[in-house]
């Protein structure tokens, strides 16, 4: 389908890991990126990942990457209160500009 | 250095009346896009600007939605007449020109009564 799928909703504790999920639509979309929006603000850039890579580590986040399965994760360790957002992931299908986001996973960390 | 800078923040006015919104993206990003984001939805692209030129406008509803990007700089998104059903936040974002990465603005959320 032309949808990119993720779970809505995400519960964790403080200090746990955090593992959101994405299924996306094109095996070859080029980029794949991860973007965190707090309430009221914009979409900012967490990380990204290039699809002749399977795993990026950027300090706590985790980026796994099946295209077989077109499965995008994001891991977070150590989860924090203030990770506690909405977490969209993305795809840039070749030849285009285009990203094609998700609906967004909620998670919320709890004290 | 500053991020993309989108005006108003928020916008309340009524069914019919026309609305603008302006985004300035960060220097040096020469691709600019508008996105509309719907409530508990991902934000989906409205139109896409190379300098001055809009290259993609394959999403925006011309009928009622119009774009301006005159120097190749700041972009302005227009609304004429705004209806219910566009109450929405209006999402700026720029790029370099290989758009390998989209930084967003703090978007626009407008409200139609």
């Known amino acids: 389908g032309e949808d990119v799928e993720q779970s809505l909703f995400l519960s964790v504790r403080e200090g746990d890991s955090s593992v959101i999920n994405c299924t996306y639509t094109d095996s070859s979309s080029t980029y794949l990126y991860w973007y965190k929006q707090e309430p009221g603000a914009g979409l900012q850039l967490l990380t990204y990942i290039f699809s002749n890579m399977d795993m990026k580590q950027d300090q706590r986040l985790t980026v796994l990457l099946n295209k077989k399965d077109k499965h995008l994760s994001l891991r977070i360790a150590d989860t924090q209160t203030g990770d506690s957002a909405i977490y969209f992931c993305?795809?840039?299908?070749?030849?285009?500009?285009?990203?094609?986001f998700g609906t967004g996973t909620r998670l919320k960390v709890l004290a | 250095e500053a991020g993309v800078v989108q005006s108003p923040r928020y916008k309340i006015i009524e069914k019919k009346q026309p609305v603008a919104f302006w985004c300035n993206p960060i220097s040096g990003h020469n691709t600019l896009y508008w996105y509309l984001q719907n409530l508990g939805q991902g934000p989906e692209l409205l139109i896409r600007?190379?300098?001055?030129?809009?290259?993609?406008d394959s999403q925006l509803p011309k009928d009622r939605f119009s774009a301006e990007r005159l120097k190749g700089v700041d972009s302005t998104l227009k609304i004429q007449p705004a209806e219910l059903g566009d109450s929405a936040v209006y999402l700026c974002?720029?790029?370099?020109?290989?758009?390998?990465?989209?930084?967003f603005g703090p978007g626009t959320r407008l409200l139609v009564l």
């Open positions: 993305a795809e840039r299908p070749p030849g285009t500009y285009k990203y094609i």
């Open positions: 974002a720029s790029s370099t020109s290989t758009g390998e990465t989209q930084y």
């Open positions: 600007y190379e300098n001055e030129e809009a290259v993609d």
